[in-house]
C-alpha cells in the first residue's frame, strides 16, 4: 500500500471537521491533524496521512476533497524512487543571427 500525506483546507466551523471525517471514513488514516486557523483566516488546515492500495481510491478521495475545498495538496510518502532527483544537465540556448 502507498502512503500519502494529503493537506485540505476546511471550514473552521464544527461542521468542517465532520465533512472532513465523513471524506475520510473509507480510507485508512494513519495520522491525522487539525490546524487552527489563524487569525486572520476562517478555515483550518486538515493534514491527514492515508495508506491507499489502488489509484482509483485516490482518485476517489481527492475527488471528494476537492469537494470540501479547492486547495488540496498531496505528495507520497516512502515511495521507492531514489531520494534525489537525477542531475539534469542545462546548457544554453544559442540564438541565431
Known amino acids: 500500500m502507498a502512503q500519502w500525506r494529503i493537506r485540505v483546507i476546511v471550514p473552521a466551523a464544527q461542521d468542517g471537521r465532520q465533512v472532513l471525517r465523513r471524506a475520510l471514513a473509507d ?20 493534514e491527514v496521512i492515508v495508506d491507499l492500495g489502488e489509484d482509483d481510491a485516490l482518485h476517489d478521495l481527492l475527488r471528494t476533497l476537492h469537494e470540501i475545498s479547492p486547495q488540496v495538496s498531496i505528495s507520497r510518502l516512502g515511495s521507492s524512487e531514489p531520494a534525489g532527483d537525477p542531475a539534469i544537465r542545462v546548457r544554453k540556448l544559442a540564438i541565431p543571427r
Open 27 to 46: 480510507v485508512s488514516v494513519t495520522e491525522s491533524r487539525l490546524i487552527p486557523p489563524g487569525p486572520d483566516a476562517a478555515e483550518a488546515t486538515g
